[in-house]
């Protein structure tokens, strides 16, 4: 299927926040309760639109635990957007927010869109770190926030395709420089140009290095 851009997430945050399953629920519409720690990576892809425009969303889901972060910190460099998870329910993967959004700021390009996302709201009951925490400290570091459920699907869809719109808007305002793929932006292979600043950037067919699926 053609798209007009293919943009490339990465979700981040320590073991266990739920991550893989956010990533099923948005990809497969469904959750699953036992998941197997991810080793290294997983990937999964899906088609949504913004502004009439088909946009393909490649969505890297990194493993948390601290033996794999470099492999982590590879992924950042060609990301456009970055969900930042931590469980509503466990203190520690909060605390550990800071640690990772310095990660992923170090390593990334200027202009990667990333948004908290506070996991397991279905938990309420169960809730450690409050709303309004969340909320500070997305505000604190220029990050939109969001609480989201894998196992209800409440916010899933909104999380994922909040952060498409706001990359979106930042190739709209030039801030991307769409000519270069390192910025996790890709041209779609039916697009003959994309105007932006003026100028016309052209790209022909993709190769092989456009994976679709979960695997």
């Known amino acids: 299927m053609s798209y007009a851009y293919l ?28 998941h197997d720690l991810t080793i290294g990576v997983e990937f999964g892809a899906r088609m949504i639109t913004i502004e009439n425009k088909k946009i393909k969303l490649q969505i890297w889901d990194t493993a948390g635990q601290e033996s794999f972060r470099s492999i982590t910190r590879s992924y950042y460099r060609g990301a456009a957007g970055a969900l930042l998870v931590y469980d509503i329910t466990r203190r520690e993967t909060f605390n550990h927010l800071y640690s990772w959004l ?38 604190e570091h220029g ?13 899933v869809e909104e999380a994922f395709l909040n952060t498409a719109k706001a990359i979106y808007r930042k190739i709209q305002q030039g801030e991307f420089d769409i000519s270069n793929e390192g910025n996790g932006i890709r041209i779609g292979p039916q697009q003959p140009s994309v105007i932006q600043g003026g100028s016309s950037l052209r790209q022909g067919p993709q190769g092989s290095g456009d994976r679709s699926g979960c695997c």
């Open 7 to 34: 943009f490339k997430y990465v979700i981040i945050g320590d073991t266990g926040v739920g991550k893989s399953c956010l990533l099923l629920q948005f990809t497969d519409k469904r959750f699953t309760a036992i």
């Open 143 to 155: 990050m939109v926030f969001m609480e989201t459920s894998a196992k209800t699907a409440a916010n």
């Open 102 to 139: 310095e990660d992923a700021r170090q390593h990334s390009n200027a202009h990667m869109v990333i948004m908290l996302i506070g996991n397991k709201s279905d938990l309420e009951n169960r809730r450690a770190v409050q709303k309004e925490e969340g909320e500070a400290f997305a505000r």
